[in-house]
């Protein structure tokens, strides 16, 4: 029991349904596809090319976009170092619950911080959080931005923007390497497929 926890007499319920039950019923095992890049690198469209594909073979599944979650869930949360870190956090233990459900889920987000990214493999059980790092040059990214932000950072307008005025630390053992830049959406997410298959979330 966290510190959290017990000074407000918090005890976790594990209910009479287990995981295990839940994923007989999806017919597939529960995980995570955890995305990471920078901004404009292609994680969004390659996660929704994986959920299709899964979609299609009858998997439940589900896409968190960075942009989306900061709509609601983290909509109080800044680009500052602290809330970034809060951010990933927050995020981590609500693909937990649905990963426990039994779903697989695919998050889409910039998440900068190895240390932060550990942290929410931690929370899952060896071959349950599978990385995948979307690499591709600043300057490539900057080419696709429709958004303008890239322009915006560089003018210094957006302060703290991941690649430009703040680090990106990217994957030192990724479970997968896109190379946006070189390979197209739909040859990535084949590959991710592959990877998906090998560690037996699907047969």
């Keep these: 029991m966290d510190k959290i926890s017990k000074n407000n007499n918090i005890t976790w319920f594990d209910g009479y349904v287990s995981r295990k039950d839940r994923e007989r019923l999806h017919g597939h095992k529960g995980g995570l596809i955890w995305f990471t890049g920078l901004s404009a690198s292609g994680k969004s469209t390659i996660a929704h090319l994986v959920e299709k ?100 950072a560089k003018a210094g307008v957006i302060k703290e923007f991941t690649g430009i005025s703040a680090p990106y630390e990217a994957p030192e053992n990724p479970d997968i390497v896109i190379h946006s830049y070189k390979e197209d959406a739909s040859q990535a997410a084949r590959r991710v497929i592959k990877l998906i298959e090998q560690y037996k979330l699907i047969k």
């Design 53 to 152: 594909e899964l979609h299609r073979r009858g998997c439940s599944t589900y896409v968190f976009d960075g942009d989306n979650v900061r709509h609601g869930l983290c909509s109080d949360l800044t680009f500052r170092r602290e809330d970034r870190i809060e951010n990933v956090r927050r995020i981590g233990e609500m693909v937990k619950l649905f990963v426990d459900a039994g779903m697989i889920v695919l998050t889409a987000f910039i998440s900068p911080y190895r240390q932060d990214r550990q942290k929410v493999r931690s929370l899952l059980e060896d071959g349950q959080f599978l990385e995948v790092y979307v690499e591709c040059p600043s300057e490539v990214c900057a080419t696709r931005d429709q958004k303008g932000i890239y322009a915006k």
